[in-house]
């Protein structure tokens, strides 16, 4: 194997991995790093569930080669809560409900914080889009949505209290 | 012992609550462990090469250079899988489902397996495997393979259910017939009359996590498998069944599972997996791709149905028939059968017949989908009593309120009904706000039923309480979408515990006598039965305990509110012993204390649900938006009301997804031309609005909270409302599912001349 | 006590659509069946769920029929 060494901060721990240069980001953090957090629904950037942030942006983990992560920055569902402290986003899933199996959870979870980083106050349809492309098979995204909502309204309380 | 199943009507305090999940902590953040993420030392990766041909003799399979590839630690092919099923066709069927003998049924049938020590060099063995083909005529469609002029799938498959039998094949199965009365007469009585046909395409149940699994047997016949599954009972039995392994001796996990909606009842590659890891005695990992889950696994029946449907002019539908004809893949089904059962079950008729045809063509076969075949009979049934309603100038709730089946109705698939609930949805239906709302240009509502059987099943459960007085369950039944949560609860409300002193485990197949794969809505109705009875076989125990503690009779101790308390006047200087208290004091007053039950849940009471949907439908591009959507549907009690409503949205959604835009798409060639989640759409996000619900409650008289099975009946109704809702739209009756925008277009144009 | 049978089931029986059958539970009617029609066994081998006056029973042969019942064989049926 030509292995390529990559040296990368995954949820702000720096590690370094050896991988062959066409595999896939998506297996690099699945097989090599043991974040199995990160799903694979499909594998071609139709479903989501692999969905990580690169330097802070929304991507499939599964489009993008491992060796295209070095000197970035990784965020992945394990690296949602601080601490001991659930992600509000984290907490307004379980208490609303939005899920049913959980395997669309952690692409969702990502996802849906991306967009409150970006728009503090979504609308339904900002986040509907917002979401298009995190397939669930399970729940018919109602709770899904309402979840993101309540989340939204919750850290911007948050926000304006610790002004 | 043996506990009473019937309703009583007790009071709650803890089911009906919304309680955050327990599971739900590991599932926000990852930590949950699915099919594709178990490993073990040393795993090999397996990989299956799959027939590109729609049907192929397989002349000769040369896997020599594959075995030399370094890295190569098993190579697999038909024979690699002698036949142990003592002639049980049903189990060959499988067998072969799951590896070809001789002959490739379907695009993507499994022709050759391998096990390697990475991913790259199992592909690359693939690619060494030289499989010849002798390619042969084909047939997909569900009508064409009815023709005597069809290729025959299975030269052995005489059509069972006619009279004299046939003595030669046919690509007909079986043939099915239900109903009563005279449906002739029936119809010369009818002022109205329509008849009609419909096509419905094939769909997968999409669930989004692919069949994985890790396997583990060795050359002693011991194994273990780790596996995403609805039924690792089953799977073990299976599996063992078809290796030649002792039962007892193969233990099955269940992982956590993402999804499965009927499609992960069956075996696929599990015992390929098992006998890759025997041959090379080392684990095998195999995972499969989104590509072979379209291609091979699980979808549901493509269906061609006739339906003719006769009223009087005061609206009461004289007589009803059905012949509906679905195809079940390459091998044989039942699901011909189960929609001419559920076709007509919604009402009260006095003639009817419904007749199924099982037809095999070269498709994938045909796995269970959520209420299988339900769908499809109720959108050509539903769509034609909309039509007689509009034909009598009725209104279409009140035709089906007059019509609907009660108590007492001999339903069309035989039985007689106990108190059932389709006639209350109705009610709501007509009174709901939804109903209400105007509609503007170029939309359209409509409404529909449907009914679904639900099954309990053989269940088995174990309770212990740990000496700090919390309790763990132990139950066989695999968590689909919180049932945890409402099997702790129903564990916290029959002990008078809190909640939180619960935790919900799903034991392997070594913990646990044999529990039925979680299918038919069954796994809160049965386990939760299981649940009720394992408790109160603690409770027993509890008391025995306190009455040991007090020194007196245990008829004198009854359980209260959590605590035990000794009754009699003779007893009022005992104060009352908590769950917690007597925990503390058992390792010496008699060691652990547990409850345990084995049941057979039947009578898991059949449900209905009526639907309401908004439609509007872009006259120049055809497509069709959903405006707003209703759920009105019978839980029975609803234990946890969230997944209740959860089951109710998922289920409208898939149907949605099923109504307006999936299906499978074959070529000429027989191959499937779309096997991918971009080709094949199912609904995202933005092309769903909030969906509504109402949950009614009309208890079960089986069950002693009145719980019935909720996860199936609400992927029934929505082909039908939706379908009833665009044709309303857009003025033409729609007669093919799915309802994409180039049929909507092709069917406004075909009105137009 | 008069037993109806499904389409399917019924060729088993010579093509009758109601047979009479006697037995306390579903366990000694299905036997009472198989020793009447010997041809139900395959039937029996798939599975045969009874309905109890509208409630269907798929496993459980120790199941009572109360007398007057109302009984309907089907064929086992499966869900997703
Ligand atoms: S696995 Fe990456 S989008 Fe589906
Ligand atoms: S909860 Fe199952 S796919 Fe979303």
Known sequence: MNGVTVSAKVNGDAVQYVCPPDESLLDVLRNRLNLTGVKEGCGTGDCGACSITLDGRLVCSCLVLGAEAEGREIGTVEGLSEGGKLHTLQEQFIEKAALQCGICTPGFLVAAKVLLERNSNPSEEEIRYALAGNLCRCTGYDKIVRAVQSSAKIMRRGKKASR | ?753 | MQVQLSGILSQAAGGARCVDCAGATIGELLQALLLKYPEMQSHLDDGIAVAINGEIYRDRRDQPIPANADVFLLPRIQGG
């Open chain 2, 1 to 753: 012992m043996p506990y009473e199943t019937d309703y009583t009507n007790q009071g709650f305090s803890k089911v009906g609550t919304r309680v955050n999940r327990p599971d739900g902590v590991d599932k926000v953040t990852g930590r949950a462990k699915y099919g594709a993420d178990a490993n073990a030392a040393g795993q090999l990766v397996g990989r299956i090469l799959r027939s590109p041909h729609a049907h192929a003799l397989i002349t000769k399979i040369d896997t020599s250079k594959a075995e030399k590839l370094p890295g190569v630690k098993a190579v697999l092919t038909g024979k690699d899988f002698p036949d142990l099923t003592g002639g049980d066709r049903g189990m060959m069927n499988i067998l072969e489902n799951c590896m070809a003998r001789g002959r490739a049924l379907y695009d993507g049938h499994a022709v050759a397996a391998v096990a390697a020590i990475d991913a790259d060099t199992a592909n690359e063995a693939l690619k060494l495997i030289k499989v010849t083909y002798k390619q042969l005529p084909h047939v997909t469609d569900v009508d064409e393979a009815m023709k005597p002029s069809a290729p025959i799938i299975h030269d052995w498959v005489r059509t069972t259910g006619v009279t004299p039998a046939p003595t030669t094949a046919s690509n007909v199965a079986q043939r099915t017939e239900f109903g009563h009365g005279d449906i002739d007469a029936g119809f010369a009585q009818a002022d109205v009359i329509i008849e009609k046909s419909f096509k419905t395409e094939q769909t997968h149940q999409g669930y989004i996590e692919p069949h994985a699994c890790l396997a583990t047997l060795g050359p002693d016949g011991s194994g273990e498998l780790w596996v995403t599954t609805q039924g690792h009972f089953t799977f073990r039995n299976v599996c063992a069944s078809l290796l030649g392994l002792d039962v007892a001796k193969l233990r099955v996990t269940a992982s956590e599972i993402g999804g499965g909606f009927g499609g992960k009842t069956h075996v696929w590659t599990e015992p390929v997996a098992l006998q890759l890891s025997r041959r090379a005695n080392r684990p095998v990992k195999l995972v499969m791709s989104r590509d072979e889950v379209f291609k091979a696994t699980g979808p549901t029946s493509s269906t061609s149905v006739d339906v003719k449907i006769g009223a009087k002019r005061n609206g009461k539908i004289t007589a009803a028939s059905a012949e509906l004809r679905y195809q079940s893949g390459a091998f044989p089904g039942m699901w011909a059968m189960l929609g001419a059962m559920t076709s007509f079950a919604c009402y009260d008729l006095k003639n009817v017949k419904s007749v199924g045809f099982d037809v095999l063509v070269n498709r994938p076969k045909v796995a269970a989908y959520r209420a299988p075949s339900a769908p499809m009979a109720a959108f050509a049934v539903e769509s034609v009593v909309d039509m007689v309603a509009a034909e009598l100038g009725m209104d279409a709730v009140e035709f089906r309120i007059k019509n609907a089946a009660k108590k007492g109705t001999k339903a069309s698939y035989g039985p007689v009904y106990g108190p059932i609930g389709i006639g209350p949805t109705l009610e709501a239906v007509k009174n709901h706000p939804h109903m209400k709302r105007k509609l503007g240009k170029n939309q359209g509502r409509g409404v529909a039923c449907g009914f679904w059987f639900n099954f309990g099943g053989q269940t088995c459960t174990d309770l212990n309480i740990g000496v700090d007085g919390s309790v763990n369950l132990t139950v066989g039944t695999v968590d689909v979408g919180g049932s945890r949560a409402s099997l702790a609860l129903i564990a916290a409300e029959e002990l008078g515990i809190d909640y939180e002193q619960v935790r919900v485990t799903i034991g392997d197949t070594n913990s646990l006598g044999h529990n039925d794969t979680t299918e038919g809505s069954r796994g809160t109705f049965s386990s939760g039965m299981a649940a009720i009875f394992a408790a109160r076989d603690a409770v027993e125990v509890l008391k025995q305990r306190a009455a040991a503690t007090w020194g007196i009779p245990v008829e004198q101790v009854v359980w209260e509110a959590g605590e035990a308390r000794a009754k009699g006047k003779q007893n009022n200087n005992l104060p009352p012993l908590s769950l917690k208290e007597i925990a503390a004091k058992s390792p010496r007053t008699g060691g652990p204390i547990a409850g345990h039950n084995e049941v057979v849940a039947d009578g898991a009471g059949v449900s209905f649900a009526s639907h309401m949907c908004d439609v509007e439908v872009d006259p120049e591009t055809g497509a069709t938006k959903i405006l707003r959507y209703t759920v009105v549907q019978d839980a029975g009690k609803a234990i946890h009301p969230d997944y209740v409503e959860g089951q109710f949205q998922g289920g409208a959604a898939q149907g949605i997804g099923w109504a307006l835009n999936e299906e499978y798409v074959y070529g000429d060639d027989g191959r499937l031309q779309n096997a991918g989640f971009l080709d094949y759409r199912i609904p995202v996000c933005s092309d769903l609005p909030f969906i509504d619900t109402q949950i009614l409650e009309i208890p079960n008289p089986n069950h002693p909270y009145g719980v019935r099975g909720v996860g199936e009946t609400s992927i029934v109704p929505p082909l039908a409302a939706i379908g009833n809702a665009v044709s309303n739209a857009v003025g033409v009756r729609m007669d093919h599912v799915p309802m994409s925008p180039p049929r909507i277009l092709k069917a406004i144009e075909a009105a137009q001349g």
